[in-house]
């Protein structure tokens, strides 16, 4: 059964930053496709960030609003994605979840805020 268990998130000030991490367990972890999205309140899911296996290059993507900002990595031995998070801005704040393209499960989401 697949888990993700997200930490890491916590109240910044803008211009801050925070260091998003997600454990995964139940897959072969470095041959998947790891995600971050975020979902604010009164807004859909979003994709914010990807990073392909190592196999496929464990090339990146980012949504255009978090594009030189936003980083994300992953260690496979510590079947860990993480988001690093710099120069933040208010429109960041959301819950952020991580996920395994592909599959259903979702994590309970780690709470990032970010005051003016």
């Known amino acids: 059964q697949v888990q993700l268990v997200e930490s890491g998130g916590g109240l910044v000030q803008a211009g801050g930053s925070l260091r998003l991490s997600c454990v995964a367990s139940g897959i072969i972890f470095s041959s998947k496709t790891m995600e971050w999205y975020r979902q604010a309140p009164g807004k859909q899911r979003e994709l914010v960030a990807s990073?392909?296996?190592?196999?496929?290059?464990?090339?990146?993507n980012y949504a255009d609003s978090v594009k030189g900002r936003f980083t994300i990595s992953r260690d496979n031995a510590k079947t860990t994605v993480y988001l690093q998070m710099n120069s933040l801005k208010p429109e960041d704040t959301a819950v952020y979840f991580c996920?395994?393209?592909?599959?259903?499960?979702w994590g309970q989401g780690t709470q990032v805020t970010v005051s003016s």
């Open positions: 990073i392909t296996s190592v196999f496929r290059g464990g090339r990146t």
């Open positions: 996920h395994v393209r592909d599959y259903t499960n």
